[in-house]
C-alpha cells in the first residue's frame, strides 16, 4: 500500500468458524497493513480458535465480550502507529473482490469523502456510490480522521447497536456513508431459520435472550437519545414488533425470550436522560498522570499479579504508592522487590490501624506528591486490571471536565475555574467476579445501576478497586476523613452529593472471590438467603452512622435539598411515613424486583439498615 494509505482492519471473533474465519482473512490480508483478531472467546478457550498465523496479524482481547471495545482498541491503535484508515470486520463474512473495493475507495481520487461500505450478499445498488442512512460495522472502511471526528465507538452497547450509534453519531457530525456498487460481501447473520406464514417467508434470527435483551433495550435507547430521526422508531416498530411474534411463536425459549425482550424495553425506558451520551474517546490524550493509592496486608498470595497490571497500564503514566498495614507474611518484600525494579512506585510499612484509616493516611501522603497528578484511583492488592483500566477512567473524566466546564459557562457569568477542577469528579466501573483460577463467577453489575442520592446512602454502587477521581474530591475526603465508614463509601457520598459521578459499564477488571479478602460476592441463591439472614441479626445499622458522619462533616456545603433527603433517611427509624417513603421511592430503589423491595422493607421495618 502506497504512503498516506496505511490500513489496518480490525476482526472481532467470538468461537469462530474456522473456515469462515481462514477465507474472510485471505480475502483482504494481502491489501492492508496490519490484522489485529480481537478475541471474545473467553480466555480458558481462545487459544484453540487462533487459525490465523501470517507476519501482519496480531491477537488481542482482555476479557471484555464487547465489540465496542474492540473497534475503541483498534482505533487507538490506529491513532498511535501511524495508520490512515480502517477496516472493520465480522468474523463470518467476506470479500468476494476486496482489490476492487480499495480500488474505488482508498485508491480512488474520485471517491466521495465519508464512509464507504460494501453491497451485501448481491444485493442491488443503483449508484456507483449511493449514499444510505445506517450501514453494518462489517465491511465497514474509514479514515482515521472520520473516526476521530465521530468519537469512536459507544462502550455503553456491546454487541447490539453498536454500529447503529456509530453511524448515528456520523450523521450528528455530518458525515456520509456510501455504499460502493459491485464491491461485494458475502454476510451471514446468525443462524437463521426461514419459516412460511400466510404464504410469506419470514426468516427467525434465533439470537438467545440475553442477546435480545441488549437488541430492544438499545433500540429503544437510541429513540431517546435520537428523537428527531424518524427512522429509528418506523424500523423499531414495523420490524421489532413482528420480531417480538415470530419469537413467540415459533422459536425455542419462546417465554425467556419474550421476558428477555420486555425487560430490555422496560430497562431502555428507565435509562437515565444524563446518561444518554456518546461515551467514544473525546481526546487521544497522551501521558495521563495517575497516581495509585493501595493498602496491602498480608496479601503475598496474589500482590505479585495486581501489581504487575498496574505497572502496566495502556497509555498511563502510573505512580504507584503503597502503604503497608503492618503485615506479617512477605507481603514487604515484594514491595521491596517491585519497588527496587520500578521508580515510580514507593512504599513504606507501619502499624496496623486497618484498612480505613490506611487509606486515609495514603490520602494525605498524595495531596503532598511532588509530580503534577491529573488523577487519583484507589487499588485494592488482589484484583487484576485489565490494561485498559485507567486509559478508560482518564477518558472519562476528561469527558466530565469537559461537560462540567460547559454547564459553568451557561450557568455563572465568570466560572471560578475553567478547569473543572472546583467540582469533585468520580469514575467507576463493572468488574468481572473469579475465583483462585481466574474462572469468571459473574458481573458486580448485570445492568447499569441506578445512581441517586438516596440510593447511595444505602447500597455500595460502586466498588472502591474501581474508583478513579480529581484533586477537588481527594481534597474533600482528607478534610473529614471516614471514621464509621469505609474509604469507598465515603469517596461515593461526597461525589454524588457535592460533585459528579461517571460510570462504565464495561468490566475493567478481576476482582477475586476468595476467603481472604474482605468483601466477596456468593453467587449461589441460597448463600445469599443465608448472608442476608445473617446481616439481619447481627447488622448494627452503620449505614445510618455513616449517614450520620457525613451529615455532620460536610452539612456547611450542602444544599438545603441534600439536608432534606439526608434527614428523610437518618429519621427513618421514628417515622412509618418516612419508612414507607423508602421502601415505595425509585430513588431508593436498587432493583425492581419485589424480591430487592421486600428485602429492603423488612430491613426497614426493624431498623437494620
Same mark, same amino acid.
Given at each position: 500500500m502506497e504512503r498516506g494509505k496505511k490500513i489496518l482492519a480490525i476482526v472481532v471473533t467470538y468461537y469462530p468458524e474456522k473456515d469462515l474465519l481462514v477465507r474472510n482473512v485471505q480475502a483482504f490480508i494481502e491489501h492492508v497493513d496490519k490484522v489485529l483478531i480481537w478475541e471474545n472467546t473467553p480466555s480458558p478457550d481462545k487459544l484453540q480458535y487462533r487459525y490465523i498465523t501470517h507476519e501482519k496479524v496480531e491477537y488481542y482481547?482482555?476479557?471484555?465480550?464487547?465489540?465496542?471495545?474492540?473497534?475503541? =482498541?483498534?482505533?487507538?491503535?490506529?491513532?498511535?502507529? !501511524? =495508520?490512515?484508515?480502517?477496516?472493520?470486520?465480522?468474523?463470518?463474512?467476506?470479500?468476494?473482490?476486496?482489490?476492487f473495493y480499495v480500488g474505488k475507495t482508498v485508491l480512488c481520487e474520485d471517491a466521495p469523502d465519508g464512509?464507504?461500505?460494501?453491497?451485501?450478499?448481491?444485493?442491488?445498488? /443503483?449508484?456507483?456510490?449511493?449514499?444510505?442512512?445506517?450501514?453494518?460495522?462489517? !465491511?465497514?472502511?474509514?479514515?482515521?480522521?472520520i473516526v476521530n471526528a465521530i468519537g469512536g465507538w459507544n462502550e455503553s452497547y456491546t454487541i447490539a447497536s453498536v454500529d447503529d450509534e456509530f453511524f448515528l453519531q456520523a450523521h450528528q457530525c455530518k458525515i456520509k456513508k456510501y455504499k460502493v456498487k459491485n464491491a461485494?460481501?458475502?454476510?451471514?447473520?446468525?443462524?437463521?431459520q426461514v419459516v412460511t406464514v400466510f404464504g410469506h417467508k419470514l426468516e427467525l434470527r434465533n439470537y438467545g435472550p440475553q442477546r435480545l435483551y441488549d437488541i430492544y433495550r438499545n433500540n429503544i435507547i437510541l429513540i431517546r437519545k435520537y428523537p428527531k430521526i424518524d427512522y429509528l422508531r418506523k424500523n423499531f416498530f414495523h420490524y421489532w414488533l413482528k420480531a417480538i411474534v415470530l419469537v413467540f411463536l415459533f422459536e425455542k425459549q419462546r417465554f425467556k425470550k419474550t421476558a428477555a425482550i420486555f425487560r430490555g424495553i422496560i430497562s431502555g425506558l428507565r435509562y437515565r436522560n444524563? *446518561?444518554?451520551?456518546?461515551?467514544?474517546?473525546?481526546?487521544?490524550?497522551?501521558?495521563?498522570?495517575?497516581?495509585?493509592?493501595?493498602?496491602?496486608?498480608?496479601?503475598? @498470595? %496474589?500482590?505479585?499479579?495486581?501489581?504487575?497490571?498496574?505497572?502496566?497500564?495502556?497509555?498511563v503514566k502510573v505512580h504507584l504508592m503503597v502503604r503497608d498495614d503492618g503485615s506479617t507474611d512477605h507481603t514487604c518484600d515484594i514491595l521491596a522487590e517491585y519497588s527496587e525494579k520500578y521508580p515510580n512506585m514507593?512504599?513504606?510499612?507501619?502499624?496496623?490501624?486497618?484498612?480505613?484509616?490506611? =487509606?486515609?493516611?495514603?490520602? *494525605?501522603? @498524595?495531596?503532598?506528591?511532588?509530580? @503534577?497528578?491529573? %488523577? %487519583?484511583?484507589?487499588?485494592?492488592?488482589?484484583?487484576?486490571?485489565?490494561?485498559?483500566?485507567?486509559?478508560?477512567?482518564?477518558? %472519562?473524566?476528561?469527558? @466530565?471536565?469537559?461537560?462540567?466546564? !460547559?454547564?459553568?459557562?451557561?450557568?455563572?457569568?465568570t466560572p471560578p475555574n475553567l478547569g473543572g477542577e472546583t467540582t469533585p469528579l468520580l469514575f467507576s466501573s463493572n468488574s468481572l467476579f473469579v475465583d483462585d483460577n481466574m474462572r469468571v463467577l459473574g458481573t458486580f453489575h448485570r445492568e447499569t445501576p441506578h445512581y441517586t442520592k438516596q440510593n447511595v446512602m444505602i447500597y455500595p454502587t460502586e466498588q472502591g478497586c474501581s474508583m478513579v477521581f480529581n484533586r477537588s474530591a481527594l481534597e474533600l475526603y482528607d478534610t473529614n476523613p471516614p471514621k464509621n465508614a469505609w474509604h469507598d463509601r465515603w469517596m461515593c457520598l461526597i461525589c454524588n452529593f457535592l460533585g459528579k459521578s461517571v460510570y462504565c459499564q464495561s468490566p475493567l477488571f478481576y476482582y477475586r472471590i476468595? !476467603?481472604?479478602?474482605?468483601?466477596?460476592?456468593?453467587?449461589? =441463591?441460597?448463600?445469599?438467603?443465608?448472608?442476608?439472614?445473617?446481616?439481619?441479626?447481627?447488622?448494627?445499622?452503620?449505614? /445510618?452512622?455513616?449517614v450520620d458522619?457525613?451529615?455532620?462533616?460536610?452539612?456547611?456545603?450542602?444544599?438545603?435539598?441534600?439536608?432534606?433527603v439526608l434527614n428523610v433517611f437518618l429519621h427513618y427509624k421514628d417515622s412509618f411515613k418516612n419508612k414507607w417513603k423508602i421502601v415505595m421511592s425509585p430513588e431508593y430503589q436498587r432493583a425492581s424486583n419485589w424480591q430487592e423491595r421486600m428485602r429492603k422493607a423488612v430491613l426497614l421495618l426493624f431498623n437494620k439498615i
Open positions: 482481547g482482555d476479557g471484555i465480550n464487547s465489540i465496542s471495545r474492540a473497534l475503541n =482498541f483498534a482505533w487507538e491503535y490506529a491513532n498511535e502507529n !501511524g =495508520f490512515d484508515y480502517m477496516l472493520t470486520m465480522d468474523q463470518d463474512s467476506y470479500f468476494e473482490n476486496f482489490d464512509i464507504w461500505t460494501p453491497q451485501m450478499n448481491g444485493e442491488n445498488v /443503483s449508484a456507483e456510490y449511493e449514499e444510505i442512512d445506517i450501514p453494518i460495522t462489517s !465491511g465497514m472502511l474509514a479514515s482515521v480522521e461485494s460481501l458475502l454476510q451471514r447473520f446468525g443462524i437463521t444524563e *446518561e444518554l451520551r456518546n461515551l467514544g474517546i473525546a481526546s487521544l490524550k497522551k501521558e495521563t498522570n495517575v497516581l495509585i493509592l493501595m493498602s496491602t496486608y498480608n496479601g503475598e @498470595a %496474589y500482590l505479585r499479579k495486581q501489581l504487575d497490571s498496574i505497572l502496566h497500564q495502556d497509555n514507593e512504599w513504606e510499612t507501619s502499624e496496623n490501624v486497618g484498612f480505613v484509616r490506611s =487509606f486515609s493516611i495514603l490520602a *494525605e501522603k @498524595a495531596l503532598e506528591f511532588p509530580e @503534577a497528578v491529573d %488523577y %487519583y484511583a484507589f487499588s485494592d492488592q488482589d484484583d487484576i486490571w485489565m490494561p485498559n483500566k485507567l486509559k478508560t477512567a482518564c477518558r %472519562y473524566l476528561d469527558e @466530565a471536565v469537559q461537560t462540567t466546564i !460547559g454547564e459553568a459557562v451557561q450557568t455563572t457569568p476468595h !476467603g481472604g479478602n474482605m468483601i466477596g460476592k456468593k453467587q449461589n =441463591f441460597w448463600d445469599r438467603i443465608m448472608d442476608d439472614i445473617k446481616f439481619f441479626f447481627t447488622s448494627d445499622a452503620k449505614n /445510618s452512622q455513616m458522619e457525613f451529615y455532620q462533616s460536610y452539612r456547611s456545603r450542602l444544599s438545603d435539598e441534600d439536608r432534606d
